[in-house]
Protein backbone atom coordinates (compact mmCIF):
# COMPACT_ATOMS: atom_id res chain seq x y z
CA UNK A 1 0.00 0.00 0.00
CA UNK A 2 2.23 2.84 -0.98
CA UNK A 3 0.84 6.50 -1.33
CA UNK A 4 1.73 8.95 -4.54
CA UNK A 5 4.76 10.30 -4.00
CA UNK A 6 3.95 13.94 -2.80
CA UNK A 7 3.92 16.05 0.27
CA UNK A 8 1.01 15.62 2.07
CA UNK A 9 -1.11 17.57 4.56
CA UNK A 10 -4.27 15.63 6.49
CA UNK A 11 -7.14 18.85 7.31
CA UNK A 12 -9.36 16.72 10.40
CA UNK A 13 -12.88 17.19 10.45
CA UNK A 14 -14.51 20.46 9.79
CA UNK A 15 -18.31 21.22 10.01
CA UNK A 16 -19.61 23.38 7.15
CA UNK A 17 -22.28 24.02 4.70
CA UNK A 18 -22.54 21.70 1.69
CA UNK A 19 -21.97 24.03 -0.78
CA UNK A 20 -18.55 24.96 0.98
CA UNK A 21 -17.46 21.31 0.95
CA UNK A 22 -18.22 21.14 -2.40
CA UNK A 23 -15.95 24.49 -3.34
CA UNK A 24 -13.25 22.84 -0.73
CA UNK A 25 -12.86 20.02 -2.49
CA UNK A 26 -12.69 21.99 -6.31
CA UNK A 27 -9.80 24.55 -4.23
CA UNK A 28 -8.05 21.45 -2.91
CA UNK A 29 -7.58 20.01 -6.08
CA UNK A 30 -6.56 23.39 -7.43
CA UNK A 31 -4.27 23.75 -4.67
CA UNK A 32 -2.29 20.52 -5.76
CA UNK A 33 -2.22 21.20 -9.24
CA UNK A 34 -0.44 24.54 -8.40
CA UNK A 35 2.47 22.66 -6.75
CA UNK A 36 1.24 22.89 -2.98
CA UNK A 37 0.42 20.18 -1.25
CA UNK A 38 -1.62 17.49 -2.05
CA UNK A 39 -4.67 17.24 0.82
CA UNK A 40 -6.27 14.26 2.69
CA UNK A 41 -9.38 15.49 4.28
CA UNK A 42 -12.21 14.53 6.49
CA UNK A 43 -15.46 16.85 6.92
CA UNK A 44 -19.08 17.13 8.36
CA UNK A 45 -22.32 18.55 6.72
CA UNK A 46 -23.75 21.10 8.66
CA UNK A 47 -26.37 21.67 8.40
CA UNK A 48 -27.78 18.04 6.64
CA UNK A 49 -27.44 18.29 3.00
CA UNK A 50 -28.45 16.93 -0.27
CA UNK A 51 -26.09 16.47 -3.38
CA UNK A 52 -26.68 16.49 -6.30
CA UNK A 53 -24.70 14.36 -9.23
CA UNK A 54 -23.60 16.57 -11.73
CA UNK A 55 -26.05 15.65 -14.38
CA UNK A 56 -29.26 14.64 -12.08
CA UNK A 57 -32.76 16.27 -13.19
CA UNK A 58 -33.71 18.83 -10.48
CA UNK A 59 -36.86 17.24 -10.59
CA UNK A 60 -36.17 14.35 -8.80
CA UNK A 61 -35.68 16.51 -5.76
CA UNK A 62 -38.79 17.17 -3.11
CA UNK A 63 -37.44 20.58 -2.99
CA UNK A 64 -40.69 21.36 -0.40
CA UNK A 65 -39.26 18.42 2.16
CA UNK A 66 -35.67 19.51 1.99
CA UNK A 67 -36.48 23.48 2.60
CA UNK A 68 -39.06 22.56 5.62
CA UNK A 69 -36.18 20.13 7.07
CA UNK A 70 -33.50 22.89 7.07
CA UNK A 71 -32.15 20.73 4.21
CA UNK A 72 -28.93 22.36 2.27
CA UNK A 73 -28.92 21.28 -1.67
CA UNK A 74 -25.91 21.47 -3.82
CA UNK A 75 -24.92 19.90 -7.05
CA UNK A 76 -21.55 17.96 -7.17
CA UNK A 77 -18.86 18.03 -9.97
CA UNK A 78 -19.12 14.07 -9.73
CA UNK A 79 -21.36 12.07 -11.71
CA UNK A 80 -24.25 9.57 -9.99
CA UNK A 81 -27.81 10.07 -8.13
CA UNK A 82 -28.47 12.00 -5.44
CA UNK A 83 -27.02 11.46 -1.93
CA UNK A 84 -28.35 13.15 1.69
CA UNK A 85 -25.11 13.67 3.80
CA UNK A 86 -26.73 13.57 7.85
CA UNK A 87 -25.07 15.73 9.84
CA UNK A 88 -24.20 12.82 12.05
CA UNK A 89 -24.78 9.66 9.86
CA UNK A 90 -22.85 10.52 7.48
CA UNK A 91 -18.96 10.79 7.85
CA UNK A 92 -17.29 12.59 4.31
CA UNK A 93 -13.53 12.12 3.32
CA UNK A 94 -12.18 13.70 0.11
CA UNK A 95 -8.45 13.48 -1.22
CA UNK A 96 -6.61 15.89 -3.41
CA UNK A 97 -3.67 15.10 -5.97
CA UNK A 98 -1.70 16.05 -9.23
CA UNK A 99 -3.13 13.81 -12.19
CA UNK A 100 -0.10 12.77 -12.99
CA UNK A 101 1.10 11.00 -9.56
CA UNK A 102 -1.60 8.43 -10.14
CA UNK A 103 -3.15 5.79 -12.59
CA UNK A 104 -4.57 7.08 -15.75
CA UNK A 105 -7.05 3.92 -16.04
CA UNK A 106 -10.06 4.98 -13.79
CA UNK A 107 -10.36 1.71 -12.09
CA UNK A 108 -6.78 1.78 -10.76
CA UNK A 109 -7.03 5.41 -9.88
CA UNK A 110 -9.96 4.31 -7.60
CA UNK A 111 -8.68 1.04 -5.93
CA UNK A 112 -5.28 3.60 -4.99
CA UNK A 113 -7.26 6.49 -3.40
CA UNK A 114 -9.78 4.18 -1.57
CA UNK A 115 -6.85 1.93 -0.39
CA UNK A 116 -6.94 3.89 3.00
CA UNK A 117 -10.80 3.65 2.99
CA UNK A 118 -10.69 0.13 3.05
CA UNK A 119 -7.76 0.15 5.77
CA UNK A 120 -10.22 2.07 8.28
CA UNK A 121 -12.74 0.09 7.75
CA UNK A 122 -10.96 -2.87 8.71
CA UNK A 123 -9.44 -1.06 11.73
CA UNK A 124 -12.88 -0.95 12.98
CA UNK A 125 -13.70 -3.91 12.48
CA UNK A 126 -15.83 -4.66 10.03
CA UNK A 127 -15.84 -6.75 7.37
CA UNK A 128 -16.37 -4.63 3.70
CA UNK A 129 -14.96 -4.70 0.31
CA UNK A 130 -15.97 -3.84 -3.11
CA UNK A 131 -18.89 -4.86 -4.38
CA UNK A 132 -18.49 -8.12 -6.84
CA UNK A 133 -21.72 -9.31 -7.37
CA UNK A 134 -24.84 -7.66 -9.44
CA UNK A 135 -27.26 -5.71 -7.33
CA UNK A 136 -29.76 -4.24 -9.05
CA UNK A 137 -31.02 -0.63 -9.51
CA UNK A 138 -34.14 0.34 -7.31
CA UNK A 139 -34.43 3.71 -7.74
CA UNK A 140 -31.55 5.69 -9.79
CA UNK A 141 -31.94 9.15 -8.69
CA UNK A 142 -30.51 8.27 -5.50
CA UNK A 143 -26.97 7.08 -5.64
CA UNK A 144 -27.61 4.46 -2.59
CA UNK A 145 -30.14 3.00 -4.56
CA UNK A 146 -29.13 2.54 -8.26
CA UNK A 147 -27.06 -0.84 -9.67
CA UNK A 148 -23.35 -1.24 -7.28
CA UNK A 149 -20.26 -0.81 -9.01
CA UNK A 150 -17.03 -2.31 -8.49
CA UNK A 151 -15.63 0.45 -8.99
CA UNK A 152 -16.42 2.55 -6.11
CA UNK A 153 -19.19 0.75 -4.28
CA UNK A 154 -18.24 -1.02 -0.98
CA UNK A 155 -20.54 -3.27 0.60
CA UNK A 156 -20.22 -4.88 4.62
CA UNK A 157 -21.48 -8.08 6.23
CA UNK A 158 -23.76 -7.91 9.27
CA UNK A 159 -22.34 -7.89 12.58
CA UNK A 160 -22.75 -10.34 15.06
CA UNK A 161 -26.12 -10.94 17.51
CA UNK A 162 -26.20 -11.00 21.14
CA UNK A 163 -25.29 -14.82 21.02
CA UNK A 164 -22.58 -14.67 18.78
CA UNK A 165 -24.26 -15.67 15.54
CA UNK A 166 -24.72 -13.21 12.25
CA UNK A 167 -27.29 -11.00 12.62
CA UNK A 168 -27.72 -10.64 8.50
CA UNK A 169 -25.78 -13.73 7.64
CA UNK A 170 -23.75 -12.91 4.20
CA UNK A 171 -25.96 -10.51 3.38
CA UNK A 172 -24.06 -7.51 2.20
CA UNK A 173 -25.16 -4.18 1.88
CA UNK A 174 -23.75 -0.71 0.70
CA UNK A 175 -21.55 0.87 3.62
CA UNK A 176 -19.93 3.63 0.94
CA UNK A 177 -19.91 5.21 -2.17
CA UNK A 178 -16.65 7.17 -3.72
CA UNK A 179 -16.73 9.63 -7.14
CA UNK A 180 -13.58 11.39 -9.13
CA UNK A 181 -13.24 13.81 -11.09
CA UNK A 182 -10.24 15.72 -12.88
CA UNK A 183 -9.92 19.27 -12.30
CA UNK A 184 -6.65 21.71 -13.28
CA UNK A 185 -4.28 18.29 -13.71
CA UNK A 186 -5.62 17.44 -10.37
CA UNK A 187 -7.73 14.37 -9.33
CA UNK A 188 -10.43 14.88 -6.66
CA UNK A 189 -11.90 11.81 -5.51
CA UNK A 190 -14.54 12.41 -1.98
CA UNK A 191 -16.85 9.69 -0.60
CA UNK A 192 -19.49 8.96 1.82
CA UNK A 193 -18.57 6.33 4.21
CA UNK A 194 -22.33 5.58 6.10
CA UNK A 195 -22.29 6.17 10.09
CA UNK A 196 -25.53 5.77 10.62
CA UNK A 197 -28.50 5.11 8.39
CA UNK A 198 -31.85 7.49 8.79
CA UNK A 199 -33.61 5.88 5.85
CA UNK A 200 -37.16 7.98 6.02
CA UNK A 201 -34.59 11.34 5.43
CA UNK A 202 -32.89 10.10 2.74
CA UNK A 203 -35.65 9.24 0.93
CA UNK A 204 -37.33 12.07 2.04
CA UNK A 205 -34.91 14.11 -0.06
CA UNK A 206 -37.07 12.65 -3.17
CA UNK A 207 -39.55 13.30 -5.11
CA UNK A 208 -42.12 10.46 -4.81
CA UNK A 209 -39.06 7.40 -4.78
CA UNK A 210 -40.86 3.80 -4.88
CA UNK A 211 -38.96 2.40 -2.08
CA UNK A 212 -39.57 2.44 1.90
CA UNK A 213 -37.97 2.54 4.55
CA UNK A 214 -37.30 -1.03 4.99
CA UNK A 215 -36.67 -1.46 1.55
CA UNK A 216 -33.45 0.93 2.05
CA UNK A 217 -32.20 -0.42 4.48
CA UNK A 218 -31.89 -3.77 3.08
CA UNK A 219 -29.62 -1.96 0.61
CA UNK A 220 -28.06 0.52 2.85
CA UNK A 221 -26.11 -0.29 6.34
CA UNK A 222 -24.35 2.21 8.69
CA UNK A 223 -21.41 0.97 10.86
CA UNK A 224 -23.15 1.90 14.28
CA UNK A 225 -25.16 -1.96 13.33
CA UNK A 226 -21.71 -3.39 12.79
CA UNK A 227 -20.05 -2.26 15.41
CA UNK A 228 -20.51 -0.76 18.99
CA UNK A 229 -18.40 2.99 18.68
CA UNK A 230 -19.57 6.28 18.67
CA UNK A 231 -18.86 8.89 15.89
CA UNK A 232 -15.82 10.42 17.06
CA UNK A 233 -13.82 7.21 17.41
CA UNK A 234 -15.02 6.85 13.87
CA UNK A 235 -13.53 10.17 12.72
CA UNK A 236 -10.37 9.53 13.99
CA UNK A 237 -10.23 5.73 12.64
CA UNK A 238 -10.40 7.37 9.50
CA UNK A 239 -8.12 10.00 9.30
CA UNK A 240 -5.56 7.89 10.92
CA UNK A 241 -5.92 5.33 8.31
CA UNK A 242 -5.90 8.67 5.96
CA UNK A 243 -2.58 9.73 7.42
CA UNK A 244 -0.75 6.15 7.99
CA UNK A 245 -1.30 5.70 4.31
CA UNK A 246 -0.01 8.96 2.90
CA UNK A 247 3.22 8.20 5.42
CA UNK A 248 4.24 5.35 3.06
CA UNK A 249 4.87 7.69 0.09
CA UNK A 250 8.60 7.78 -1.04
CA UNK A 251 10.39 11.02 0.80
CA UNK A 252 7.24 12.85 1.17
CA UNK A 253 6.43 14.88 4.11
CA UNK A 254 2.75 14.38 5.95
CA UNK A 255 1.27 16.96 7.62
CA UNK A 256 -1.07 15.75 10.28
CA UNK A 257 -2.50 18.78 11.68
CA UNK A 258 -2.80 21.02 8.26
CA UNK A 259 -5.02 23.84 7.77
CA UNK A 260 -6.44 25.91 4.36
CA UNK A 261 -4.83 29.03 3.80
CA UNK A 262 -6.56 32.60 3.80
CA UNK A 263 -6.35 32.63 0.24
CA UNK A 264 -7.39 28.91 -0.07
CA UNK A 265 -10.65 30.08 2.54
CA UNK A 266 -11.40 33.45 0.47
CA UNK A 267 -11.57 31.33 -3.14
CA UNK A 268 -13.89 29.01 -2.04
CA UNK A 269 -16.06 31.75 -0.67
CA UNK A 270 -16.07 32.77 -4.49
CA UNK A 271 -17.06 29.77 -5.84
CA UNK A 272 -19.51 29.08 -3.43
CA UNK A 273 -21.29 32.56 -4.73
CA UNK A 274 -20.36 31.65 -8.40
CA UNK A 275 -21.56 27.88 -8.06
CA UNK A 276 -22.47 26.09 -5.38
CA UNK A 277 -25.19 28.28 -3.89
CA UNK A 278 -26.02 29.59 -7.25
CA UNK A 279 -30.01 28.02 -8.50
CA UNK A 280 -28.62 28.20 -12.14
CA UNK A 281 -25.67 25.67 -10.74
CA UNK A 282 -28.05 23.36 -8.45
CA UNK A 283 -31.47 23.74 -10.26
CA UNK A 284 -30.49 23.40 -14.12
CA UNK A 285 -29.50 19.92 -15.52
CA UNK A 286 -25.81 20.21 -16.86
CA UNK A 287 -25.67 19.59 -20.96
CA UNK A 288 -29.85 20.92 -20.96
CA UNK A 289 -28.83 24.34 -21.85
CA UNK A 290 -28.95 25.93 -18.42
CA UNK A 291 -25.35 25.71 -16.11
Known sequence: MTAPAVDWRLIREEARPGPMQMALDEVAAETA?????????????EPSCLTLGRHQEPATVDWAFCEREGIDVTRRQTGGGGIYHDGRGDIAYSIAVPAETVPGELLDCYHLLCEPVLDAFDRLG??????????????RPACYLRELHPAHDVVASGGAGAGGERADGDRRRKIAGNAQYRKREAVIQHGSLTFAVDAARHLGVFADPPVTPEGFRERVVGMDELVDLDRADAVATVESALSDWADTAPEATVDVDGSWTDAELERAAELVEEKYRDDEWIRTRPGSGGA
Open 126 to 139: IDADYVDEPMPELY
Open 33 to 45: AAGGPATLRTYRW
